[in-house]
């Protein structure tokens, strides 16, 4: 069965951006934007927000056109591409680059989606990510630490009451002094 893996790159202090979505602190150079690309194109398919989805889709649908976007973000545009893609919102029917829209996190579409064949499926986008969190379907998280503090911004996880076990699979650290942290849930501890 296919896993639903988070992943997000976040600030020591634990932000996903700074004010104003900021993002410029983060560090990747060409070894993570690599690694990314591995990582990535292992995938079966992408589960966005609407945001996350129309952020992406504005950059990587025709970025290894451009002759600016040379090496690793070239390689990634066809990657992201080429990959099934399902889009939860509320608010639209139709978005282009996307294999399905889907309107609310349904826990029994979700396991029928990972029942179907090929790759895990990565999720993105912090408010969706909190719905599949609230709803146990996040089976590994894929945390990449960027060794900036920004202060404030938006957290990477919302408040919650709720204990989620976590076991480590493993940890890899990049010359940038970017580390990533690769988690699963811990279904023998239980909550």
Known sequence: MRKIIYSMSISLDGYIEGPDQDISWHRVDDELHRYFNETIAELGGFLHGRVVHELMADFWPTA?????????TAE???IWRDKPKYVYSRTRDRIDWATAVI?????EEVRALKEQPGGDLGLGGADLAASFAALDLIDEYRVTVHPVLIGRGRRMFPLTDTVTPL???GTRSFGSGVVELHYARDTERGD
Do not use: I, S
């Open 103 to 107: 309107h609310d996190v349904v826990p």
């Open 64 to 72: 290894d056109e451009d002759p600016a976007n040379a090496g690793a």
């Open 76 to 78: 990634f545009a066809p």
């Open 167 to 169: 076991r480590l699979l």
